[in-house]
């Protein structure tokens, strides 16, 4: 994927500010980082912003004692909080779940909704307001493949990917199928490819640099098969694979605590919770403001 550059420094920087208010080189963002944002997203017109997705489009992060509980520093809030400012009256709706897979969010059962799933009241919202708006976001498909990766033979992740990953594929055309009906050929939706929390399984021996390895690769694949279905439907991609260096395994980084580590776990240490006492996937405060760079410069091919 080609992002546009010219302004990614600039980008950052706001989204940054937004981030920490404490970045004094970022203490009063450019105004051409406000205008690329806005040109970049179409924001003409813009009324709703609506967030999809499962437990990273709701910010979910651990509590003090482990437990991932809901916040508002998420990718889908900071971002909203970009956009914002060159739209003071946007409203973000934000309709993910926490848990929720491709097939829970065609068919309901893991959070309540009245239309009966996530999908259901997304398609009812945009038919509602489908001349207001502007933006759709979407993360779906990170805990599709969990049940091949947790616990399982190293010879039998190969052969579970394979299977499940059709079943995904085949969910993520219902549902892009069933947004753009409701929303429109035209209707901006960005969906997002994903970083990989199994590689922080490197600092674990000889088999956690195997299936670092191996799951690193699958994921590769994956989100190349997640990116055919989006361009298929018109949808740009976030590219947040690439912003976490998550293939580079040659590069080596000192990491505090750690040590010496390829980029691609040095950086899932540092922009999520996968190598902390108690492991999680989920991204951290940084994590989150990485992930809204990259809806921000989503390439629309």
Known sequence: MRYRVTATAALMCLLLTVFSAGLAA?????????????????????SYYLAL?????????????????TTTRGYADRLYNVLRRG??????????????TSFTMIKGGTCD???GSQLAQAAAF????????????????ANDPNSCFIGAPLGKILTCMRSRVKLTIADLRTILSRLRAAGGRHMLIIGMNYYVPELAGWLHGIRGKEIAVLIERLVHGYNTLLGHVYRHYHVRVANVFAAFHSSDFSDKVTVPGIGKVPRNVATICQLTWSCSRTPN?????????????????????
């Open 126 to 141: 945009l038919r509602a307001h489908r001349t207001h708006t502007g933006l759709v976001t979407l993360d779906i498909g």
């Open 113 to 115: 909704y009245s239309a």
């Open 281 to 301: 996937e989920h991204a951290n405060d940084m994590g989150y403001a990485i992930i809204a760079v990259a809806f921000l410069l989503a390439d629309e091919r």
């Open 26 to 46: 970022c203490s009063s963002p450019p105004q051409r980082a406000r205008t690329t944002a806005q040109r970049e997203l179409n924001l003409a017109g813009l």
């Open 87 to 100: 739209h003071p009256s946007l409203e973000l709706v934000k309709l993910g779940c926490s848990g929720e």
């Open 53 to 69: 997705g499962d437990s990273l489009s709701q910010g979910v992060q651990p509590d003090g004692a482990g437990h991932s509980v």
